[in-house]
């Protein structure tokens, strides 16, 4: 019954501790990934306006050194866009992140078109086309899509921290358990090694005595044995015969 014991705990320790753990690495898995979804749209949304600014203000002044800065980002807006999107974790999400690179796509398209036009000192052109309809609803689809694929991640973490919760709790309630569970098993055992302990010192009470009896008895057969003898050679014995 104490091996029983003894393996029931161990295998009661063995599950909530892999539990534990699992949900630990869980929660650091989330908190790493809220971390890059973070840092992702906070570049997407420094670097998409770094580049409008770059484009609108090459198109104000005519000045072409805005256009290399424009250069110096337009790489990385792309690399942090492609970044964001793989955070989402949705592939139905992917139709709503295709508008949105088509939309962006049609940006950079006209942001060109217009360092184009400042190279050939048609500002005024070049400031037309960053205020145009076209350019303001590309710029409004782009926003709008991205503000869906953020709600979307949100939502996914917040899945995610509501899953994380749901199995600390059970966690907790199954570390609950199993401590309660081996107290009680425990007990039960020491119980029963207490009983059998008292039914050791009872038998090795009683054999204790009924040794000491067998050897009085046998000491008192050994006394009679003896008297008995020595009246069998005595001369009276003999006489009465």
């Given at each position: 019954?104490?091996?029983?014991?003894?393996?029931?705990?161990?295998?009661?320790?063995?599950?909530?501790?892999?539990?534990?753990?699992?949900?630990?690495?869980?929660?650091?898995?989330?908190?790493?990934?809220?971390?890059?979804?973070?840092?992702?749209?906070?570049q997407?949304?420094?670097?998409?306006?770094?580049?409008?600014?770059?484009?609108?203000?090459?198109?104000?002044?005519?000045?072409?050194?805005?256009?290399q800065?424009?250069?110096?980002?337009?790489?990385?807006?792309?690399?942090?866009?492609?970044?964001l999107?793989?955070?989402?974790?949705?592939?139905?999400?992917?139709?709503v992140?295709?508008?949105?690179?088509l939309?962006?796509?049609?940006?950079v398209?006209?942001?060109?078109r217009?360092?184009?036009?400042?190279?050939?000192?048609?500002?005024?052109?070049?400031?037309?086309?960053?205020?145009?309809?076209?350019y303001?609803?590309?710029?409004?689809?782009?926003?709008?899509g991205?503000?869906?694929?953020?709600?979307?991640?949100?939502?996914?973490?917040?899945?995610?921290?509501?899953?994380?919760?749901?199995?600390?709790?059970?966690?907790?309630?199954?570390?609950?358990?199993?401590?309660?569970?081996?107290i009680?098993?425990?007990?039960?055992?020491?119980?029963?090694?207490?009983?059998w302990?008292?039914?050791?010192?009872?038998?090795?009470?009683?054999?204790?005595?009924?040794?000491?009896?067998?050897?009085?008895?046998?000491?008192?057969l050994?006394?009679?044995?003896?008297?008995?003898?020595?009246?069998?050679r005595?001369?009276?014995?003999?006489?009465?015969?």
């Amino acid at each position: 019954m104490l091996s029983v014991a003894v393996l029931m705990t161990v295998i009661l320790n063995t599950a909530v501790n892999w539990i534990f753990i699992q949900s630990l690495q869980e929660a650091v898995d989330h908190t790493e990934y809220v971390h890059k979804v973070e840092s992702a749209r906070g570049q997407v949304i420094y670097l998409d306006e770094a580049l409008t600014m770059a484009a609108k203000m090459a198109a104000q002044s005519g000045d072409l050194a805005w256009e290399q800065r424009y250069r110096v980002h337009e790489a990385d807006l792309q690399e942090q866009l492609a970044a964001l999107t793989a955070l989402t974790r949705d592939a139905g999400f992917h139709q709503v992140t295709q508008q949105t690179a088509l939309a962006n796509a049609r940006l950079v398209e006209m942001e060109n078109r217009a360092f184009t036009l400042v190279e050939q000192n048609r500002r005024a052109e070049a400031q037309a086309l960053l205020h145009s309809a076209a350019y303001d609803e590309d710029k409004c689809t782009y926003i709008e899509g991205m503000d869906r694929l953020y709600d979307r991640i949100t939502r996914n973490l917040n899945a995610t921290h509501h899953h994380n919760q749901t199995r600390a709790t059970l966690c907790l309630g199954l570390s609950a358990a199993s401590i309660l569970l081996s107290i009680a098993v425990w007990v039960f055992v020491l119980r029963l090694v207490g009983r059998w302990w008292r039914q050791e010192e009872r038998y090795r009470h009683e054999l204790i005595a009924h040794a000491t009896q067998l050897t009085q008895t046998n000491q008192d057969l050994d006394e009679f044995a003896y008297v008995a003898s020595h009246d069998l050679r005595s001369p009276d014995a003999s006489g009465s015969c």
